[in-house]
């Protein structure tokens, strides 16, 4: 990956608009992209390396799945 700078742009994922949108470059750690604004709605919020964050739906799935996963496992015997 290239090295980023301030005010650099690059596509990222908007929590706001929920798209994928242009963005600018805002702070960079360690030569790393830390937070980014989106062009189309000003929003400030952590790089997410284009990657759109769970449903709460999904979360909910996961977390019973793990559940029913949980109880299913047989006793451990000693």
């Given at each position: 990956?290239?090295e980023?700078?301030?005010?650099?742009?690059?596509?990222?994922?908007?929590?706001?608009?929920?798209?994928?949108?242009?963005?600018s470059?805002?702070?960079?750690?360690?030569?790393?992209?830390?937070?980014?604004?989106?062009?189309?709605?000003?929003?400030?919020?952590?790089?997410?390396?284009?990657?759109?964050?769970p449903?709460?739906?999904?979360?909910?799935?996961?977390?019973?799945?793990?559940?029913v996963?949980?109880?299913?496992?047989?006793?451990?015997?000693?």
């Amino acid at each position: 990956m290239s090295e980023y700078r301030l005010g650099d742009d690059l596509d990222d994922f908007c929590i706001k608009c929920k798209r994928l949108t242009n963005h600018s470059v805002v702070s960079v750690v360690n030569g790393d992209v830390a937070k980014v604004r989106c062009r189309s709605c000003y929003n400030e919020h952590d790089y997410r390396h284009e990657k759109a964050p769970p449903s709460k739906k999904d979360l909910k799935k996961q977390e019973l799945f793990n559940e029913v996963a949980a109880k299913s496992q047989p006793p451990v015997e000693q």
